[in-house]
């Protein structure tokens, strides 16, 4: 899996690829959920959220042609969370909308709000940093992804870290600067925000 939303996936959505949906959702519903706290929904509302949002994507997926043109596909994905948020809150328990709810949908965050987009794409950046850890860690030991998150993750330093794996200093500083560069693959894919 790329770190960024790959064109790909999107296709494989769009043509009802099973699987290409069940990575869709494990890459988006942790990220989805996350937004539904942000936006004061309860655990229930939250998981209904997933549902609304993936229901939402999915109507659309046989027509949905991704466009760099037109704006970049987590501003897509960001607009229909919080429309369905909004939805949700709008409509709580059989229809009716209790006065919490219209207090909390007036002081949700405008989508557009500067608090709003920079709290969503730190959200994104977080999110996207995860994918492409879990994508590192698939493609190499575990015993050297350990080392990596050890020393660059936990912060140890990497003569402790060279210790506690049995291993040298040396070994430890190359580890994190190869897996480092990988990663910063991704923060310049990430920065072009191309997706």
């Known amino acids: 899996m790329a770190f960024t939303t790959r064109g790909s ?59 760099k043109s037109k704006g970049r596909f987590r501003d897509y994905l ?13 409509k709580r328990q ?5 006065l919490e709810a219209v207090e909390e949908y007036s002081s949700m965050p405008e989508e557009n709000s500067d608090d709003f987009g920079r709290q969503w794409d730190e959200e994104w950046r977080k999110h996207a940093l995860n994918a492409a850890l879990e994508d590192i860690k698939g493609t190499i030991k575990p015993e050297t992804y350990q080392i990596f998150h050890t020393v660059a ?35 310049d894919e990430y920065e072009k925000g191309d997706i």
């Open 9 to 67: 996936l999107l296709s494989a959505v769009r043509r009802g690829d099973e699987v290409g949906w069940d990575e869709f959702y494990a890459m988006y519903k942790p990220l989805i959920l996350l937004r539904g706290g942000d936006l004061r929904l309860s655990q229930t509302e939250k998981e209904e959220l997933v549902q609304l949002v993936m229901l939402d994507f999915f109507k659309g997926s046989r027509s949905f042609v991704y466009d």
């Open 78 to 90: 960001k607009r229909i969370i919080h429309n369905k948020a909004c939805d949700l809150m709008r």
């Open 94 to 98: 059989d229809g009716t909308v209790s």
């Open 153 to 187: 993750i936990e912060e140890v330093p990497p003569q402790e870290v060279a210790e506690l794996f049995d291993t040298t200093a040396n070994n430890v500083y190359a580890i994190k600067f190869r897996i480092m560069k990988s990663l910063q693959k991704f923060l």
